[in-house]
């Protein structure tokens, strides 16, 4: 049995903008995900297979699902193809042919004979695990072996912390795959969540046309000590969020005044040594990307006034996963929070 584990992840500055090539300034958390993986002979005459099964906070399984190796194969290379077709198209500036359709459909998860079995509670989890398997090299497979793969979340799997980021980075470990482009290929965004669950550090996340960047950040957690995290129970997938204020997001980062007024703020974040600037430049991104984005703050989204001093800024995707509070904010407003899970900032990240 080999094992692999990866931390979950928190961005504390930096959501949305940082698919415009803003830093970003993430955190990761002690909780995270582990994977073990058994390869063994395939039984008798039976074909060689892929078992996976995947295990929640509680350790009931929420996603299984099986493949036949052959399958995976196939899949494996027909989507080498489309891709190369797609490749050529473009370059000759012409459509793809009616084979490379049908090549690259082929490539799609489809209900065929030698399809994986239908017991995963959603579609989107096997279209997912699918186009992982696709990219991996069909030469990887061993002929007369199998392998049984198993994860394990330390976390809600609905609380935003990172399950399907720590999900790429942990098969691409195993696979030898770069997770940076399967991240991209397989659900987008800007990665920073992947580079959290590979470095396992504080990171300055950023990413051009160069390619990824990001740097070691240390958070003085005596500036932390009185945080809390409020999670809210209402997963927002960060993907249809950003979407949602895409063309916006575009013209951000084409006007040069808001894109040198996003990244000082960000700044004043990363390099403060003292807790009013940290918190200052905390709230100041958060109000900024209100006004920009037209996206309602959690003062607004929860009916209160802000406070003198006081933090109160979502986590993630806004409206829903996580809530940033302070001290001032906590002792004034606990009570909207009743019923909802809070752990202080310095329990749950990992801060150097």
């Known amino acids: 049995m080999q094992s692999y584990y990866a931390p979950g992840k928190i961005l504390l500055v930096g959501e949305y903008a ?92 489809s209900n065929t004979e030698d399809s994986p079995s239908t017991n995963s509670p959603t579609d989107s989890e096997d279209s997912h695990l699918l186009k992982v398997l696709a990219l991996v090299d069909p030469t990887f497979w061993k002929p007369g072996k199998s392998y049984r793969f198993e994860t394990r979340l330390e976390f809600d799997r609905n609380s ?16 030898k795959l770069d997770p940076f482009q399967v991240q991209d290929k397989v659900f987008g965004g800007s990665g920073y969540d992947v580079a959290i669950a590979a470095v396992q550090k504080p990171l300055i996340y950023w990413r051009n046309e160069q390619g990824v960047h990001f740097r070691q950040w240390k958070v003085n957690s005596e500036l932390t000590k009185d945080w809390k995290v409020v999670f809210l129970g209402n997963k927002v997938n960060s993907r249809t969020s950003t979407s949602q204020v895409s063309d916006m997001l ?64 979502w986590l993630g995707a806004w409206g829903g996963d996580m809530l940033l509070v302070n001290s001032v904010v906590w002792d004034a407003y606990y009570s909207l929070w009743n019923g909802c899970e809070v752990k202080n900032w310095n329990d749950l990240v990992i801060s150097n």
């Open 18 to 109: 940082v698919t415009k090539g803003f830093e970003g300034l993430a955190v990761p958390v002690k909780a995270g995900q582990w994977m073990d993986v058994w390869e063994f002979n395939s039984p008798g005459n039976a074909e060689d297979r892929l078992i996976f099964n995947a295990l929640d906070l509680h350790g009931a399984t929420w996603f299984s699902e099986s493949f036949d190796i052959e399958f995976l194969k196939r899949n494996s290379a027909n989507a080498r193809i489309s891709e190369d077709s797609k490749q050529t198209a473009n370059a000759e500036n012409a459509s793809i042919s009616n084979d490379s359709k049908q090549t690259a459909n082929a490539a799609e998860i």
């Open 250 to 313: 575009e013209d951000l980062s084409r006007d040069e005044n808001y894109r040198m007024q996003i990244q000082k703020i960000i700044e004043i974040v990363r390099d403060a040594q003292e807790l009013m600037a940290l918190e200052t430049g905390i709230e100041m991104y958060q109000m900024f990307l209100s006004q920009l984005l037209g996206m309602v703050t959690p003062y607004t989204y929860f009916g209160v006034k802000p406070l003198p001093r006081g933090v109160c800024k």
């Open 160 to 175: 935003g912390l990172g399950s399907s980021s720590t999900f790429i980075e942990l098969v691409c470990r195993y696979f």
